[in-house]
């Protein structure tokens, strides 16, 4: 049998020593049309029929949308016919304090704009980024009336100006505060905001299994009751026009079962929202979790402290990049580092160089190229015969979850590219004509580099490829969030080396390409099994697919039928029942 023929049949009993299962997690919802917006002028005859728009706004503090999704909500519950709502909305990933989270409803910007992270509003932008109250007054003028009513005296403080702001004692009185206000003719947008639940949560935990946090959230379901009935018990309600937003700041932190945990934006309790946007005119629309991506299953070494791979024996000149055409293709799920975070800093994952130095580029055994981890992102760095040079990825990897990295190698012309892929994603290309031969004496290895530095990785390292061409984009798109090598693949006759990793000892790594390239393992490596997504969307776009804090001044404004600027610079988004 010819080593093509090995080859071949290697690889196929690779693939099916690995699973792939593709989920379709509320496909549908993922796939509807989330761009469409409510006109910002439309000319139909609303007013006519409904009348003057009117907005309720109830905030509520550390309320769970899963636990609230749980509770006994009935009130809620009997919206929802006619609500675009979510029990997987999102607050701002990023706060260090609820007063972000704030911000975020109060501007319709996030941190980076508004200028709060934290509980500190010292250095805030609102000049800049105005509240809501501040546009919609500039915008309607005497011909609107505000009111807030909150428990919190910073909040009254700081979003109540242009508003009827009332200082109450609990939720209780914001109920009662908010029924009157609701008594009044003339007012046309009224705020109430609830912090009763979030005391729970951080009393007794932010989840339902704890009965004083559920019945702080019932407790909330029935004073939205209260309101609802107040509401509907205008004289004039009939011919009115409201839509009611009804939605949590923020979650509370809670250690989630093992089960439910995604490893995405989704499984932090913190972030995780609840919103109800009601109108008599909406029909039902469900915004569940979308589609996440597939699930990558099997056994996997942990590549910590000083773990590598190398190849001991065998022809280790087919990893030199050269002059050649190359592309690299790995699988890496980063663990959490010394820091409690997902950032590394410089610890090498695979690479043909006798070391990695902080002075890696004036020394002349350096000679040989690495990938390496920089912060959450990652960089290829080389030596060459005639000069150095790194080329950063500058795109984050997915935390918790597995991505996959892909380099390319290509010389067209006497012009050496190099272009760097993240899950399939162009993230920056780069000219290396300038570093000369790529080839080193070293041994080629995956893991941990000799080094006087540091850097360690903490990772789970799978599927392995090395090619002698460059794939095209089309291809590293096409086959990025795939396992193993199927025959049909258009460079098949390139592939140098394929490590699916899949070790069930530890000790030896097996090559299922031609060369049988083997690689013996150094050091004690955990074997775990794991059940993670693979190539999932960033946490940026997956929380463009639900509601978030930021999007719920936006859906006022254009309920309000106030015109929307560019100018303005709003992160949220409208959200309809269609």
Known sequence: MNNQQIMKKNILNSISAILLIFLGLNITSCQEEFSKVIPENDSDSVDVIYGKPKVLLLIVDGARGESVRTSNISNMNALLPNSIYSWVSLSEENAAGISSNWANLFTGVNYTKHGVRDNNFENNKFDAYPLLADRIKASMGDSIKMSMVSPNATFIETFGKNTKAQKASNDDDVTTKVINDLKDENLSFITGHFTAVDAAGKTAGYDNSKPAYKAAIEKFDGQVGQLIKALEAR????????????????????????????????????????????????????????????????????????????????????????????????????????????????????????????????????????????????????????????????????????NTISITGQTVDGKRTVKLYTNGELSKEADISGWGSIAAEAKFRIG?????????????????KFWKAALSPETIKQYSCEVGVEMSHPNIDFLAAYWPMNSKDGKVLLDEGPYGSHLKTHGDYPITNLNDFLCAPSSSTLSAMVPRNIDIPTQIISWLKVPRQLSWGLDGRVWIDK
């Not at 791979?309 to 990049?321: E, K, T």
């Open 235 to 402: 004289p004039n309600y009939g011919k009115e026009n409201w839509m009611v937003v009804i939605t949590s700041s923020q979650g509370g932190a809670y250690e989630i079962p093992p089960a439910q945990n995604d490893n995405t934006i989704f499984s932090n309790a913190g972030l995780n929202t609840f919103t109800i946007i009601y109108s008599p005119r909406y029909s039902t629309k469900f915004l569940g979790k979308p589609f996440i991506g597939n699930k990558f299953i099997g056994d996997f070494m942990r590549f910590e402290r000083e773990n590598y791979a190398q190849l001991d024996s065998g022809d280790n000149s087919i990893f030199d990049l050269d002059y050649s055409d190359f592309t690299i293709e790995l699988k890496i799920k980063k663990n959490k580092g010394r820091d409690n975070n997902y950032a590394f800093w410089y610890p090498s994952i695979i690479g043909k160089r006798k070391h990695f130095q902080g002075n890696w580029g004036a020394e002349t055994d350096g000679i040989g190229w690495v990938i390496h981890l920089s912060g959450e992102s990652w960089i290829f760095n080389a030596r060459g015969d005639k000069g150095t040079g790194e080329v950063k990825a500058d795109k984050d990897l997915n935390r918790g979850t597995w």
């Open 448 to 464: 941990f580099l000799e080094t006087r530095e540091g850097w360690r990785s903490d990772a789970y390292l799978a599927d392995v």
